[in-house]
């Protein structure tokens, strides 16, 4: 599976982005697909997970801001991020969970500024 992550971008505190990540090759494969960030000099982290059947899944610190979503029409994830922080600031990754093969999209920069 192949994946394009876009939509990263420069943001002020408390803006909004939308994130997409475009699927491509062995789509019937995918059973959950997620969005991690990396911050520089940090882990990267799970931010959120999206299963076939649409059960989400999100790190405490984007509860009630981020919203994961999924196209199937579209073979596309989203990510909508309101009320951006600083500390929102990384490199986001989106993933494909193939049942233990982990496809993962090259990173896209978000960052924001107060």
């Known amino acids: 599976v192949q994946l394009q992550a876009s939509g990263g971008g420069l943001v002020q505190a408390g803006g909004s982005l939308t994130l997409s990540c475009a699927a491509s090759?062995?789509?019937?494969?995918?059973?959950?697909m997620g969005w991690y960030r990396q911050a520089l000099g940090k882990q990267r982290e799970l931010v959120a997970t999206?299963?076939?059947?649409?059960?989400?899944s999100y790190a405490d610190s984007v509860k009630g801001r981020f919203t994961i979503s999924r196209s199937n029409a579209k073979n596309t994830m989203y990510l909508q991020m309101n009320s951006l922080k600083p500390e929102d600031t990384a490199v986001y990754y989106c993933?494909?969970?193939?049942?233990?093969?982990?496809?993962w999209g090259q990173g896209t920069q978000v960052t924001v500024f107060s």
């Open positions: 999206i299963t076939r059947g649409g059960r989400t």
């Open positions: 993933n494909a969970d193939r049942i233990g093969l982990i496809d």
């Open positions: 090759g062995s789509i019937l494969s995918i059973n959950a």
